[in-house]
DNA sequence: TGCACGATCTCG
DNA sequence: GAGATCGTGCAT
């Protein structure tokens, strides 16, 4: 994808995700391609379920890079989430990818991309380990309130900021 | 320097 | 329903 793309605003990039290649090269020079099915948005400093709403420290700090950079980070101690830093400079922004083809659980793509701090800051218009290719999406897609984030108030708590492709076959386990 | 907790998953 | 497991942010 182009550096134009990234730099829209991270609803508009978590829905244009869907259906896209990404692409993982691994350290033996395996190729894994993934359709991405599921995705969610995270939109700033205002937003309170965004890290960068606690404002610009070494964690968040590469979202408030221009789009197109990775954004990883380790939760629970155990599972390395992937996002990808979107929009403009200083305005931290990310989509968090939480589902490929038929795995479900951004816990689980993290594991099964074998993504770890490494990956923080990787350049996806350069990387030549991980990066997405543009393909014809489908506009078929549900959207429903992001995962996890019960701390938030309200009025971002609802928000429906995930996406899910309506092809996916497993979307019914993903709804709570 | 210490501590509570998290954009989760698996097992029981 | 609880445990695994540890970096981060904020209080002490």
Redesign the pocket.
Known sequence: MTETFYKQDAIIVAEKLLGKILFRIFDDGSVSKYIITET?A?LGEEDE????H??R????EIMYSEGGKV?V???????W?L?VVTGEVNNPQ?V?IRGVDNI??????GRELKIDKTFYGEDLLTSKRIFIENAPSTKEFYTAP????D?ASPKWRDKNWRFTLKINPLFEQTIK
């Open positions: 969610e995270y379920a965004c890290h960068a606690k404002g420290t070494a964690r968040t954004y980070y380790l939760i629970y101690g155990m599972y989430m996002n990310a968090l479900i659980g951004s816990g689980k793509v992001r995962v996890g984030i701390y």
